[in-house]
């Protein structure tokens, strides 16, 4: 056997990520997950006020900077039985659906389109060609003879510099980059376009919430920006403007730029369906419905659907039982009281830290044992995989009116079946394919709200459990949301007015999670076996696949402790 | 508050510098596609966020533009990303791509194409030649080797690895900057601040949750212009971003003279845009420049679009400016039982006066040392502020261990 490959830091992700793989006859034979950062917040959130958690869970992570804050935020709300207002709901859900269509143009611009596109490759384009090909793609107005020449230019007096920055010691020339120069040339232009792209359309979360990372207008019982229509204070005709021209925006560059993008991308890498599957079981919470689901519950009614597919069987898709969701640790660095394999519900939920790993500096992890700050989520006892391939997955066999089609437009254009999707590619095409859902549905979002506001409502805040004297001594609560990385719960314990307990499930914890105490492996660790790997010293395809979940680690590394046991000292062996 | 003084010019550079912008170099840029008038633009943009006299433009021009690309190496230990997504939104779209040519950003982990061993090795490489400018983002833990590794190498090893030679060391975010989030009261992980690991490279603390890239990148800027970091206070902010209060440049001030508050959120008054403070606003015990920077291209800001200033740029501020809601910011010369409106009247044109942060008026007095006005203000006593009834709060609802656990700073 030779030895494992290792990558880390595993790149363009948000936050610590190592992956190991046994590579024997040019393909991966098994593969092991590990998150390398932890900081303990569990501890951190224990004794202070219910009403301050969001604050302190949105720094779960500053990429999905939105996610956290909302799953905390309803959490408490759930705990305390309040109903923020409609017009509340729907700036929750715009921010949300901006977020996803945020993120997921960065993700597949700067996170994972290196993958795909050899930078260096298109010094080599013909610029006119480039156009020609360009614009048989889309009427995205700047695939243009001109612009394309003006970003070769760009390039090459970069290369020349002799300066590569964030392009040096990429895999360039490697095999398994498969695109045209001209292909890869109007990929880069794009590339730079998206930059300009996101940090404008992003505007939409200042407008809505102050800034962005890190919006600040959440409130336990609604939002905590005003509207009024007379004032120039609060959200009036002209921030409604402002919002609409985003989002119409940021469904022009989807339609334009992404899509075809992706499609071109698709077509050129068809293995790509072949390779990187993994669970074939899949679970989405649901989300943006307006409405307020049931208490404890999951959003049934949203755009974004809420189900179970087990093993890739599209004929039936169960309804989420909460309950049924639990951790292990038993290879994870943490110890439970009954046992590292005993799988705990989050409520009952424990977090012990207890380092076993090797002493830095090391070389290999010691993957036989514990070796990563996760825990093992899994849900009725096997492990599912989360975001946006589940989300499209579950929408497709329940026959979704806006997914199904949708979906098979997609299969129909790649010319492959559903099955082509339990794959890397399919991950990365369910992504853009939510997308535009999302992006399209946004102005539907925003036109209610205009309407709500016209109608003379102008609520934004539930008041009436404001006060923490209101509160029954204890409560407990969980909060969904259904974020751009896959299916999120917060549960919070609160007892006389302060935090008990608090546990996040976030979907990096159910995607890169180790194996669990019947040695059943993580969606990454699944989907990476049977990878091909054409140089183990420039290991592309395993980036390829890793990216194409869009990995969040600081996310899946805080696991928040619902009963304040004390953490034990770190051990180094 | 005062204009910083500008560095003299280094020698070589003044000609050009004060001169008009020659022609070669515009051309040059016009190759990396920025066209003349954009250029310029962005740099009065700099040269304003750096509060310079605006015919510092020219110069600073001058410097953005030069041949030499120092190196960056950006870290991220215990953090979020939230400052690398914050860099993400440099604004000025064509100049900020010009921003990352103008740097040779060689380790970045978010953004780099190599990943594993190439990564490392461009790090090293960049590190290797020294003269590199270090940002970091997130803390270092002491607590244990194990919580925070890279590529089997622990955070204190990379940094101080990687601040060798290294010109200066910018932190971006309160967590790099002051120990942040995981520093935050009971600090499981240990951790500290870039600061409290790494001597004898000169720091520059951009703290925010996350910070501001506009700060960033007129830190560049001036380094660039001026070979020199920008003035500092004492907790090493750079004036030009950090000088003045929040509560002094706040639009809302005005209400606040007048003693009108928003008192729940969504009534007349925060429709109105009347002042925060009773809703919980730190902005009197905040130090950074928001109102006037504002976020994302000077869309919004939190005070402007509703909700309070959480002071998230002060060393501690998980600990020392919550319960969020329930803990008022003091103010001197009033005592407890002020009602809010008897409050306002009072404080009508006391520019003054100063505004010390209970839990944290120790720290303040002594890191606020730079300006003795402010320091002889600062109120370091840890009495409550309970507005009584009248207000929003009931009670403080104060954690059960409020004090002493501000984050090493
Ligand atoms: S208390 Fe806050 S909202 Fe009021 S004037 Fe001061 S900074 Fe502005
Ligand atoms: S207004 Fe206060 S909380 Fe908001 S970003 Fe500025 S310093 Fe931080």
Redesign the interface.
């Known amino acids: 056997m030779s030895p494992r490959i290792?990558?880390?830091?595993?790149?363009?992700?948000?936050?610590?990520l190592?992956i190991e793989a046994q590579v024997d006859g040019g393909m991966v034979q098994d593969a092991w997950s590990s998150t390398?950062?932890?900081?303990?917040?569990?501890?951190?959130l224990i004794?202070?006020?219910p009403?301050?958690a969001w604050?302190?869970a949105q720094?779960?992570?500053?990429?999905c900077?939105t996610v956290h804050a909302l799953a905390s935020i309803r959490a408490v709300e759930d705990a305390l039985d309040i109903t923020p207002p409609l017009n509340a709901r729907l700036l929750r859900d715009l921010i949300g659906v901006s977020q996803y269509v945020h993120d997921h143009v960065?993700h597949f611009y700067?996170?994972h389109a290196?993958d795909w596109v050899d930078?260096v490759s298109a010094l080599k384009a013909d610029p006119q060609q480039a156009a020609v090909v360009a614009q048989s793609l889309s009427d995205y107005p700047r695939n243009t003879a001109k612009q394309m020449t003006?970003?070769q230019?760009?390039l090459q007096?970069?290369v020349q510099?002799g300066?590569l920055?964030?392009?040096?010691?990429?895999?360039w020339g490697h095999p398994a980059y498969k695109l045209s120069p001209e292909v890869n040339l109007l990929a880069v232009s794009h590339y730079?376009d998206a930059?300009?792209f996101?940090?404008?359309y992003?505007?939409i979360?200042?407008?809505?919430?102050?800034?962005?990372?890190?919006p600040?207008?959440?409130?336990v019982?609604?939002?905590?920006?005003?509207?009024?229509p007379n004032?120039?204070?609060?959200i009036n005709d002209n921030t409604l403007q402002q919002v609409r021209g985003l989002l119409q925006s940021g469904l022009n560059f989807v339609n334009q730029a992404y899509i075809p993008d992706l499609v071109a991308i698709g077509k050129s890498y068809p293995e790509w369906t072949a390779i990187g599957g993994g669970l074939n079981s899949y679970m989405t919470f649901g989300d943006f419905g307006g409405a307020q689901p049931k208490r404890g519950q999951t959003d049934t009614a949203g755009i974004l659907p809420s189900g179970i597919v087990r093993n890739g069987d599209l004929s039936k898709v169960e309804p989420v039982d909460p309950m049924k969701i639990t951790e292990d640790v038993a290879r994870g660095?943490y110890s439970y009281r009954e046992g590292d394999g005993t799988p705990l519900r989050p409520y009952d939920g424990e977090t012990t830290?207890n380092?076993t790993?090797p002493?830095?500096?090391?070389?290999f992890l010691d993957v036989d044992k514990k070796y990563t700050w996760l825990k093992a989520a899994r849900y009725d006892g096997i492990p599912v995989e989360v975001g946006p391939l589940a989300r499209m997955m579950v929408g497709y066999a329940a026959g979704d009116a806006r997914i199904k089609p949708l979906v098979d437009g997609a299969l129909q254009t790649l010319g492959v079946g559903p099955a082509a999707l339990h794959s890397t590619l399919g991950r990365t095409l369910a992504r853009g394919l939510e997308t535009k859902l999302l992006a399209d549905q946004s102005l539907g979002l925003l036109d209610q709200l205009v309407a709500n506001i016209a109608g003379g409502d102008?609520?934004?805040?539930a008041?009436v459990k404001?006060?923490?004297?209101s509160w029954p001594a204890k409560a407990r609560g969980v909060g969904f949301h259904e974020a751009p990385r896959g299916a999120l719960s917060h549960w919070i314990v609160i007892e006389d007015?302060?935090i008990k307990g608090y546990q996040a499930v976030v979907p990096s914890t159910w995607n890169a999670s180790p194996r669990d105490a019947k040695g059943q492996p993580g969606a990454y660790e699944a989907a990476l076996v049977g990878t091909p790997i054409a140089d183990p010293?420039?290991?592309l395809e395993i980036?390829r696949t890793v990216h194409s979940f869009d990995p969040c680690m600081?996310c899946a590394a805080h696991v928040i402790d619902a009963d304040g046991t004390p953490?034990v000292?770190?051990?180094?062996q | 508050m005062s204009i910083v003084p500008p560095a003299p010019a280094p020698s070589q550079t003044a000609s050009t510098a004060n001169g008009p912008i020659d022609d070669g170099l515009l051309a040059r840029l016009f190759?990396?596609?920025v066209d003349r008038r954009s250029f310029l633009k962005y740099c009065g943009v700099l040269t304003a966020t750096l509060a310079l006299p605006p015919s510092f433009a020219p110069r600073v021009a001058a410097a953005v533009a030069a041949a030499d690309?120092p190196?960056m190496v950006y870290l991220?230990?215990?953090?979020?990303?939230?400052?690398?997504?914050?860099m993400?939104?440099?604004?000025n779209?064509?100049i900020?791509?010009v921003i990352?040519?103008l740097?040779?950003?060689?380790y970045?982990?978010?953004?780099?194409?190599?990943?594993?061993?190439?990564?490392k090795?461009?790090r090293d490489a960049a590190v290797g030649k020294g003269g590199h400018i270090l940002v970091v983002e997130g803390s270092v833990p002491l607590?244990?080797?194990?919580?925070?590794?890279?590529?089997?190498?622990?955070a204190q090893?990379i940094l101080k690895k990687a601040s060798k030679g290294a010109a200066a060391i910018i932190n971006v975010g309160t967590c790099s900057a002051f120990g942040g989030?995981?520093a935050?009261?009971?600090?499981?992980?240990k951790?500290v601040a870039v600061g409290d690991v790494v001597s004898g490279v000169p720091i520059v603390n951009l703290p925010g949750?996350?910070m501001n890239v506009d700060n960033l990148t007129a830190t560049i800027a001036h380094y660039l212009t001026f070979k020199a970091l920008p003035a500092r206070d004492s907790q090493q902010r750079p004036l030009f971003a950090y000088g003045d209060r929040i509560h002094d440049n706040c639009p809302r001030r005005g209400h606040f003279d007048a003693g009108q508050f928003a008192m729940?959120?969504?009534d007349e008054g925060?429709?109105?845009?009347y002042c925060l403070y009773r809703?919980g606003c730190k902005g009197p015990s905040t130090f950074h420049n928001c109102p006037i920077l504002?976020?994302?291209?000077g869309?919004?800001?939190?005070?402007?679009?509703?909700?309070g200033c959480?002071g998230c740029s002060e060393a501690g501020f998980?600990d020392t400016m919550?319960?969020?809601?329930?803990r008022l910011p003091h103010i001197e010369g009033f005592g407890v039982d002020s009602t809010a409106e008897k409050l306002g009247l009072t404080v009508v044109g006391a520019t003054a006066v100063g505004f010390g942060l209970h839990g944290v008026g120790k720290t303040l007095q002594n890191k606020l040392g730079r300006n003795s006005d402010e320091q002889s203000t600062v109120d370091v006593t840890d009495g409550s502020t309970d507005l009584g009834s009248a207000g929003?709060g009931?009670s403080p609802?104060g954690?059960?261990?409020p004090d002493g656990k501000a984050g090493p700073a």
């Open positions: 290792v990558v880390d830091p595993i790149t363009r992700i948000e936050g610590h190592r390398t950062m932890w900081r303990g917040l569990e501890q951190i004794g202070r006020d009403r301050d604050y302190f720094r779960i992570c500053g990429v900077t960065v700067h996170l290196l930078v003006a970003v230019q760009r007096a970069f510099g300066r920055g964030p392009f040096a010691n990429g895999y730079l930059l300009d996101q940090r404008d992003v505007k979360h200042a407008l809505l919430g102050g800034k962005n990372p890190h600040q207008t959440y409130v019982g609604g939002m905590a920006i005003p509207i009024d004032s120039q204070y609060a660095w830290a380092y790993g002493n830095p500096p090391y070389d102008l609520a934004v805040h008041g404001w006060e923490p004297k007015q302060k010293k420039q290991p980036l600081a953490i000292e770190v051990r180094v | 190759e990396l596609g690309k190196s991220a230990f215990q953090d979020c990303t939230g400052n690398a997504e914050s993400l939104r440099a604004r779209p064509d900020a791509s990352l040519d740097m040779s950003v060689d970045q982990e978010t953004v780099m194409a190599a990943a594993g061993e190439q990564s090795q461009a607590g244990g080797d194990g919580y925070c590794t890279i590529g089997g190498e622990s090893q989030l995981p935050a009261h009971p600090n499981p992980t951790a949750c996350p729940a959120w969504g925060h429709r109105e845009g809703l504002k976020w994302n291209g869309t919004q800001w939190p005070i402007g679009a509703g909700h959480v998980w919550t319960p969020f809601y329930d929003f009931s609802a954690r059960d261990n």
